[in-house]
């Protein structure tokens, strides 16, 4: 039952957001809006410049030690319980973690040029 409510209650406010749009919206339009964009280049531009791949690197490189760090809050909530077994682990896993950042460094992977 409370499903239905769910669904009825933000039905209704969709209903209600596509009426005030209709109510308080502007009624004409400007000519500058109407022209096509494309993803931030001017539009119909025969080349868009692409990023460079020093930025992909180090974006990955962000996005695999970030989602690594998501693991140790996980293992503070349960430290206290696991005692010194779960330190060892966790000493283990930091450890491989620097060896990956030390190899990136080392790589160059962080000097923006």
Request: proline share 6%.
């Amino acid at each position: 039952m409370e499903i239905l409510i769910v669904f009825g209650v933000f039905g209704l406010l969709g209903v209600v957001m596509l009426f005030l749009n209709r109510l308080l919206g502007p009624r004409s339009t400007n000519p500058a809006k109407e022209q096509p964009f494309e993803c931030g280049s001017p539009p119909l531009e025969t080349e868009i410049k692409p990023y460079g791949l020093k930025f992909y690197l180090v974006a990955l490189v962000f996005l695999v030690f970030d989602v690594e760090v998501v693991f140790f809050f996980p293992w503070a909530l349960v430290f206290k319980e696991m005692g010194m077994r779960a330190g060892l682990v966790m000493l283990i896993y930091v450890g491989i973690l620097l060896v990956g950042f030390i190899y990136a460094w080392r790589k160059g992977a962080f000097q923006w040029e």
